[in-house]
């Protein structure tokens, strides 16, 4: 029919919803990048020799045998840098190095200074002619053989000083009780045991049951021997239910033999 009107939906432009925009995101990565390159800006800043040089180390420590100018130039190479980036760990390794030094801790004082923290080693008895043990048992060396006088002789076979040392500072504290000191303590390569005392008189304990037989002399000595002391030159200590005792040269006493 002419002039129908046509009826229908008329679509609408659909309009596009915009995101909003996440500022306070952005804006925290911002901040963060900026604080990120401020730190490796000033770190690398700090590193540079120029920048907080040292200038000052101090030494602390009761000293002995260590010589303290030694030390000092030892050290002196390597302290040198900024505060920041000074090699503290071959600062340390120059100072242990040196004779009579036990342990160097290194300490950074703001804004331009090192302090060393010495520990010296002390000496508790001679390891064979050329060194000697602290109380760990480590060895170590004194220049031009200077040896502490009255240190007891240790020896025995390659790497057993902390074994022996460690049996010399029992047997030592059980003497002392009988106003006796060791001179020399040995274990051999069998690993059998002899000590000399202070009063010159070798006590041979063998290889088994050492610990045993040392009880055993101690109590024998306390109870008979002691009174001729002066005259034994050896005690053998290596009989299941005995001893023998072998006399200085014509110094034996009138003895039952009976303990």
């Known amino acids: 029919m002419a002039g129908r009107i046509k009826r229908g939906a008329t679509r609408k432009p659909v309009r596009k919803v915009r995101q909003p925009v996440a500022w306070q995101q952005t804006l925290r990565h911002m901040v963060l990048a900026v604080m990120v390159l401020g730190i490796v800006s000033g770190g690398v800043y700090l590193h540079q020799e120029d920048t907080l040089p040292i200038v000052h180390v101090t030494v602390e420590g009761a000293f002995t ?11 002196s190479p390597y302290a040198r840098g900024s505060f920041t980036s000074v090699d503290v760990a071959s600062i340390r390794a120059a100072g242990e190095a040196l004779p ?7 300490r950074r004082v703001w804004p331009d200074s090192l302090h060393l923290i010495v520990d010296e080693q002390v000496a508790i008895a001679r390891w064979g002619n050329k060194s000697l043990v602290n109380e760990q048992g480590e060895k170590f060396l004194s220049p031009d053989n200077a040896f502490p006088a009255g240190l007891a002789m240790l020896n025995g076979p390659d790497n057993s000083q902390k074994v022996v040392t460690k049996r010399y500072q029992k047997m030592a504290e059980a003497l ?7 001179k020399r303590l040995e274990m051999d390569q069998r690993r059998a045991w002899s000590m000399t005392l202070s009063n010159n008189m070798k006590v041979i ?22 009174r001729y002391q002066a005259q ?18 014509g110094q034996k006493p009138d003895f039952n033999g009976t303990v």
């Open 232 to 249: 034994i030159a050896e005690m053998d200590m290596r009989y299941t239910n005995g001893l023998s005792v072998i006399w200085k040269q």
């Open 100 to 106: 009579w030094v036990k342990q160097v801790r290194v």
């Open 205 to 226: 304990l063998g290889r088994a049951d050492s610990e045993q037989r040392f009880k055993r002399f101690l109590k024998v000595y306390k109870n008979v021997l002691h």
């Open 176 to 182: 002392s009780g009988l106003n006796l000191a060791i």
């Open 65 to 75: 045998h260590v010589d303290k100018e030694a030390l000092v130039a030892a050290v």
